[in-house]
């Protein structure tokens, strides 16, 4: 028995961890269509391997750390020029892939990788409040959701630990920027979020089953995240703060020390294709930046509003900014500051 | 060099010669890292996670005071004494509770008839083999707003609404007590299995009382056993991550939570390193607190 | 009174408060099994008896390789910690003292001392790097990371077993001239052999528990069961992570059978 044991694991400490045809994908939880990657395998030949994270910041320490043999990664575009910047990434050149022509021109000339030399894109969406509209029936568009909670809501509210956009939501509410440097404003945030915080029940990546189930009734969640809830327990609506709130992308990027290179190119090509970038979008609730891809969509994702900002919203929303280092230093004391 | 002196050098060699690998492994795979935490400790903040090289003390200094974010005064640190507070008295508290529940079940195992007591041993190894997220999940589902707990008192009418009593500081006691008592039991257990019985026998036929009897005789017996199993659990206990993270959802945070935030989220390696020490040094603070503890009462048998 | 000084009477509340531990201990456990049963989607919505969610997990190809991993990596460090804790027992044991006693004792513990936290941090720093220079990535540094921090849990009953040992046997056969080595074949390591084996199965379980370190560690694809099941809980809350954690239920209830069954064999 033990020599069985010792055998099976000699031979699989043996076995060459790269074998051809691989490719190791490392993204966000719940975040891959395993249909997707199931087409991908089919189609290519290419065995893959995909790991999740919760944050960026987890993917970062991770991959900056060194050693991680991961080939590709999935950034927010706020920390795209991070990446960059300390040569994480390979500059895999997807504007002269076959499939680029498909990718909408709005999302091309982007802040964080201008003409898309290192990234493709993945999913966009924003961060909003979500809540059972069957428990509190008032305005939901406005961050007082969870900085200034109703009776109804009180104890029953979520803050996903996504600490950019909760302080960016909180200086927004003050009258704030993002990214301020202003101390008088961060002041202010960081009080309102710690005079909310006695009203919520957690600061965490919650469990769909927990609304699904009522356990929480609101949260600062993800659009994605509320129309896969929605889709459970129709309760539920999303609500887009007029205070304003975050609009973000993710992005697919090889990493610079990839040893599957070939493949992670494939794959960055295959993504930039209508069909397979609508099942990226019908599974995790989010649009892309692909045009034609709306053909392959159910219609309940494209009916969906958690996916088109309504026009009264537009002008609350913000794209997610890379803060200045000394912001960020502040922005990390104010939420420990808050989560003690 | 008399003959002596030379046999036990030999002893010495040969008893090096058998600790080596053991030693050379956790040299390698514990004690050397702990050393670049050290190192890190002393080393300025990266701007995006990692560590700059340069000679700083600002991380150490972070671990109990903070510079006020806004007009740079000085104070004591009101969110990491918070944090450090929790997760002493929490640790302590699982602890405490883990030995009321575990002592008397160790104590009941050993006092079986031998053919009876692999069958309890039975019941206390299977949660001890489960797995410490598969315990979490079991303990999080008898508390949460829709669990049984919360169910059964509606249905009994004790109560109109459900109880929050997760992501609370009792969620993470509640969780932690439920997940290390088999560890408790255990160590306990094979202290008392190994007494003799006779011993007791003995001092009861020289006419010692009852309670002479369990001070002077069980106890010194047992006590390695609840030293060891205290140890099991409260260090443990003081560095637990995942069933806080569980449990406390991120508003009851405890030490293990703290650090690695500051390695994700926080980017502040050095703080980190520090606080990692900081934590060590708490728990070796414990251990040679019970070892002088055991020190005393030992020597005499 | 009863004239046997031990029996549990002496300590009157030990019975209420150990049958009430079994219970606390049970009734979760029993809940969780309960509710893998259950064909709704979601947790706590009952919506019928069936297999549904473990035909789902036994499907389910990153569940099933996380615990081929988990096996391996467990059955493997608890191995090499059960091994060198030995002899690290015999070398620090029945020893009049020796020069360096300490230190040994020192290093043995030193793992228990540090965090699971503190030592993932660290040892992510240094295998990153020993990664980047070798090109190897695979099992090794979980399995060796995982063996340091068994050391001491496999080391300690082994260690309590000798301790009580009795030398009475030992010297006869040394007495008769039996050479050391087959004295600890024969005499020594059967007494310790339940030692053993308690220390095994510390160390296995210890490593098995394991999630911080493993997460920090891992390269892609060496999910564990705990680092898998902690990703499924984050977000995933569906009934099939109670079928999983049905399953490595029963798992444990079998491993410990079987040993049990093993070790009665011997005795």
Same mark, same amino acid.
């Given at each position: /028995?033990?020599?069985?044991?010792?055998?099976?694991?000699?031979?699989?400490? !043996?076995?060459?961890?790269?074998?051809?045809?691989?490719?190791?994908?490392?993204?966000?939880?719940?975040?891959?269509?395993?249909?997707?990657?199931?087409?991908?395998?089919?189609?290519?030949?290419?065995?893959?391997?995909? +790991?999740?994270?919760?944050?960026?910041?987890?993917? /970062?320490?991770?991959?900056?750390?060194?050693?991680?043999?991961?080939?590709?990664?999935?950034?927010?575009?706020?920390?795209?020029?991070?990446?960059?910047?300390?040569?994480?990434?390979?500059?895999?050149?997807?504007?002269? /892939?076959?499939?680029?022509?498909?990718?909408?021109?709005?999302?091309?000339?982007?802040?964080?990788?201008?003409?898309?030399?290192?990234?493709?894109?993945?999913?966009?969406?924003?961060?909003?409040?979500?809540?059972?509209?069957?428990?509190?029936?008032?305005?939901?568009?406005?961050? !007082?959701?969870?900085?200034?909670?109703?009776?109804?809501?009180?104890?029953?509210?979520?803050?996903?630990?996504?600490?950019?956009?909760?302080?960016?939501?909180?200086?927004?509410?003050?009258?704030?920027?993002?990214?301020?440097?202003?101390?008088?404003?961060?002041?202010?945030?960081?009080?309102?979020?710690?005079?909310?915080?006695?009203?919520?029940?957690?600061?965490?990546?919650?469990?769909?089953?927990?609304?699904?189930?009522?356990?929480?009734? !609101?949260?600062?969640?993800?659009?994605? !995240?509320?129309?896969?809830?929605?889709?459970?327990?129709?309760?539920?609506?999303?609500?887009?703060?007029?205070?304003?709130?975050?609009?973000?992308?993710?992005?697919?990027?090889?990493?610079?020390?990839?040893?599957?290179?070939?493949?992670?190119?494939?794959?960055?090509?295959?993504? /930039?294709?209508?069909?397979?970038?609508?099942?990226?979008?019908?599974? +995790?609730?989010?649009?892309?930046?692909?045009?034609?891809?709306?053909?392959?969509? +159910?219609?309940?994702?494209?009916?969906?509003?958690?996916?088109?900002?309504?026009?009264?919203?537009?002008?609350?929303?913000?794209?997610?900014?890379?803060?200045?280092?000394?912001?960020?230093?502040?922005?990390?004391?104010?939420?420990?500051?808050?989560?003690? | 060099?008399?003959?002596?002196?030379?046999?036990?050098?030999?002893?010495?060699?040969?008893?090096?010669?058998?600790?080596?690998?053991?030693?050379?492994?956790?040299?390698?795979?514990?004690?050397?890292?702990? #050393?670049?935490?050290?190192?890190?400790?002393?080393?300025?903040? *990266?701007?995006?996670?990692?560590?700059?090289?340069?000679?700083?003390?600002?991380?150490?200094?972070?671990?109990?005071?903070?510079?006020?974010?806004?007009?740079?005064?000085?104070?004591?640190?009101?969110?990491?004494?918070?944090?450090? *507070?929790?997760?002493?008295?929490?640790?302590?508290?699982?602890?405490?509770?883990?030995?009321?529940?575990?002592?008397?079940?160790?104590?009941?195992?050993?006092?079986?008839?031998?053919?009876?007591?692999?069958?309890?041993?039975?019941?206390?190894?299977?949660?001890?083999?489960?797995?410490?997220?598969?315990?979490?999940?079991?303990?999080?589902?008898?508390?949460?707003?829709? *669990?049984?707990?919360?169910?059964?008192?509606?249905?009994?009418?004790?109560?109109?609404?459900?109880?929050?009593?997760?992501?609370?500081?009792?969620?993470?006691?509640?969780?932690?007590?439920?997940?290390?008592?088999?560890?408790?039991?255990?160590?306990?257990?094979?202290?008392?299995?190994?007494?003799?019985?006779?011993?007791?026998?003995?001092?009861?036929?020289?006419?010692?009382?009852?309670?002479?009897?369990?001070?002077?005789?069980?106890?010194?017996?047992?006590?390695? *056993?609840?030293?060891?199993?205290?140890?099991?659990?409260?260090?443990?206990?003081?560095?637990?991550?995942?069933?806080?993270?569980?449990?406390?959802?991120?508003?009851?945070?405890?030490?293990?939570?703290?650090?690695?935030?500051?390695? #994700?989220?926080?980017?502040?390696?050095?703080?980190?390193?520090?606080?990692?020490?900081?934590?060590?040094?708490?728990?070796?603070?414990?251990?040679?607190?019970?070892?002088?503890?055991?020190?005393? #009462?030992?020597?005499?048998? | 009174?009863?004239?046997?000084?031990?029996?549990?009477?002496?300590?009157?509340?030990?019975?209420?408060?150990?049958?009430?531990?079994?219970?606390?201990?049970?009734?979760?456990?029993?809940?969780?099994?309960?509710?893998?049963?259950?064909?709704?989607?979601?947790?706590?919505?009952?919506?019928?008896?069936?297999?549904?969610?473990?035909?789902?997990?036994?499907?389910?190809?990153?569940?099933?390789?996380?615990?081929?991993?988990?096996?391996?990596?467990?059955?493997?460090?608890?191995?090499?910690?059960?091994?060198?804790?030995?002899?690290?027992?015999?070398?620090?044991?029945?020893?009049?003292?020796?020069?360096?006693?300490?230190?040994?004792?020192?290093?043995?513990?030193?793992?228990?001392?540090?965090?699971?936290?503190?030592?993932?941090?660290?040892?992510?720093?240094?295998?990153?790097?020993?990664?980047?220079?070798?090109?190897?990535?695979?099992?090794?540094?979980?399995?060796?990371?995982?063996?340091?921090?068994?050391?001491?849990?496999?080391?300690?009953?082994?260690?309590?077993?000798?301790?009580?040992?009795?030398?009475?046997?030992?010297?006869?056969?040394?007495?008769?001239?039996?050479?050391?080595?087959?004295?600890?074949?024969?005499?020594?390591?059967?007494?310790?052999?339940?030692?053993?084996?308690?220390?095994?199965?510390?160390?296995?379980?210890?490593?098995?528990?394991?999630?911080?370190?493993?997460?920090?560690?891992?390269?892609?694809?060496?999910?564990?069961?705990?680092?898998?099941?902690?990703?499924?809980?984050?977000?995933?809350?569906?009934?099939?992570?109670?079928?999983?954690?049905?399953?490595?239920?029963?798992?444990?209830?079998?491993?410990?059978?079987?040993?049990?069954?093993?070790?009665?064999?011997?005795?």
């Amino acid at each position: /028995m033990q020599r069985l044991t010792l055998t099976t694991a000699l031979v699989t400490l !043996a076995l060459p961890a790269w074998a051809e045809g691989t490719l190791n994908i490392y993204n966000f939880g719940l975040y891959t269509p395993p249909d997707l990657i199931e087409k991908f395998e089919q189609t290519y030949g290419v065995d893959v391997t995909l +790991t999740e994270y919760d944050s960026n910041e987890t993917a /970062m320490a991770k991959i900056e750390a060194g050693g991680h043999g991961f080939d590709i990664v999935v950034p927010s575009a706020a920390v795209v020029p991070i990446y960059i910047e300390k040569g994480l990434l390979l500059k895999s050149d997807p504007n002269q /892939m076959e499939n680029f022509a498909n990718v909408d021109p709005a999302w091309v000339d982007v802040a964080w990788d201008a003409g898309r030399a290192y990234t493709v894109p993945w999913v966009w969406g924003t961060t909003g409040v979500m809540v059972n509209t069957d428990v509190y029936k008032g305005d939901i568009n406005t961050t !007082a959701i969870f900085l200034d909670p109703p009776e109804e809501l009180k104890g029953k509210i979520n803050v996903v630990p996504s600490m950019n956009d909760v302080i960016d939501m909180a200086l927004w509410s003050v009258g704030g920027e993002a990214c301020t440097t202003d101390k008088d404003m961060l002041k202010a945030a960081r009080d309102k979020l710690v005079a909310a915080k006695p009203f919520w029940a957690s600061i965490d990546y919650a469990s769909f089953e927990k609304f699904i189930n009522e356990d929480l009734q !609101a949260s600062v969640f993800w659009s994605g !995240a509320a129309m896969r809830i929605r889709a459970e327990n129709s309760g539920f609506a999303y609500g887009y703060p007029k205070e304003g709130f975050p609009l973000w992308q993710d992005n697919v990027a090889i990493l610079a020390d990839a040893r599957n290179v070939e493949n992670a190119r494939l794959f960055l090509n295959f993504i /930039m294709d209508p069909e397979n970038a609508a099942m990226i979008s019908n599974y +995790t609730g989010y649009g892309n930046s692909i045009t034609g891809s709306a053909a392959y969509m +159910t219609a309940d994702l494209l009916a969906a509003p958690e996916m088109t900002i309504p026009d009264s919203a537009a002008a609350a929303a913000h794209f997610q900014q890379t803060c200045p280092p000394e912001v960020q230093d502040l922005y990390t004391r104010i939420w420990t500051d808050l989560t003690k | 060099m008399d003959a002596e002196t030379l046999a036990a050098r030999a002893d010495a060699r040969r008893r090096w010669g058998l600790a080596a690998p053991a030693v050379a492994i956790i040299t390698l795979f514990s004690i050397l890292p702990l #050393g670049v935490v050290l190192v890190y400790s002393f080393l300025a903040p *990266g701007d995006f996670g990692n560590v700059r090289w340069q000679l700083s003390f600002e991380g150490w200094f972070s671990v109990l005071f903070e510079r006020d974010i806004f007009d740079d005064t000085i104070s004591l640190s009101d969110a990491h004494l918070t944090i450090l *507070g929790r997760s002493v008295a929490l640790s302590l508290a699982t602890t405490l509770i883990t030995l009321v529940l575990g002592l008397p079940t160790a104590w009941f195992i050993a006092t079986r008839p031998l053919h009876q007591r692999a069958f309890w041993l039975f019941l206390i190894t299977i949660p001890f083999w489960t797995n410490l997220l598969v315990r979490t999940i079991a303990v999080q589902e008898m508390i949460r707003s829709e *669990g049984v707990f919360n169910r059964l008192f509606l249905w009994l009418g004790l109560i109109d609404a459900p109880i929050q009593m997760m992501f609370t500081n009792f969620a993470v006691l509640v969780g932690m007590a439920y997940v290390f008592l088999p560890l408790m039991v255990l160590p306990v257990y094979s202290a008392i299995e190994k007494f003799d019985f006779r011993l007791a026998e003995a001092g009861y036929d020289l006419y010692a009382s009852r309670a002479y009897c369990l001070r002077r005789v069980i106890l010194p017996m047992v006590r390695p *056993g609840i030293i060891a199993g205290s140890i099991l659990v409260f260090v443990p206990s003081l560095g637990a991550y995942v069933t806080p993270r569980i449990m406390g959802g991120g508003k009851s945070m405890m030490l293990g939570n703290l650090i690695e935030m500051q390695f #994700g989220q926080g980017r502040n390696w050095p703080l980190g390193a520090a606080l990692s020490l900081t934590l060590t040094a708490l728990v070796l603070a414990a251990l040679i607190w019970y070892t002088r503890l055991t020190s005393g #009462g030992r020597r005499n048998g | 009174m009863a004239d046997r000084a031990f029996d549990t009477r002496r300590l009157p509340g030990a019975t209420v408060l150990a049958l009430a531990c079994f219970v606390i201990l049970y009734i979760p456990m029993v809940i969780l099994v309960a509710n893998s049963f259950n064909t709704g989607k979601v947790i706590g919505q009952w919506e019928g008896v069936s297999l549904h969610w473990y035909a789902r997990a036994l499907q389910n190809d990153a569940f099933l390789a996380a615990a081929r991993t988990s096996l391996i990596l467990a059955s493997l460090a608890a191995l090499i910690a059960t091994i060198t804790a030995t002899m690290a027992a015999l070398a620090t044991t029945r020893s009049r003292g020796f020069r360096g006693e300490g230190t040994i004792h020192i290093v043995l513990n030193q793992p228990i001392m540090v965090p699971e936290i503190v030592l993932a941090i660290a040892l992510l720093i240094i295998i990153a790097q020993i990664k980047q220079a070798t090109g190897y990535t695979g099992l090794g540094y979980l399995v060796i990371a995982h063996s340091a921090f068994c050391i001491p849990f496999a080391y300690m009953p082994i260690r309590a077993r000798l301790e009580g040992m009795d030398l009475t046997l030992e010297t006869a056969a040394a007495d008769l001239y039996a050479g050391r080595l087959y004295t600890f074949r024969k005499v020594t390591l059967p007494l310790l052999a339940p030692g053993i084996l308690a220390g095994f199965m510390l160390a296995f379980v210890i490593s098995l528990d394991d999630v911080v370190i493993s997460d920090f560690l891992k390269s892609p694809g060496q999910d564990t069961l705990p680092t898998y099941l902690l990703g499924e809980l984050r977000r995933n809350l569906t009934s099939e992570i109670y079928a999983i954690s049905s399953l490595l239920l029963l798992i444990s209830v079998l491993i410990v059978a079987g040993s049990w069954l093993l070790t009665r064999k011997k005795t």
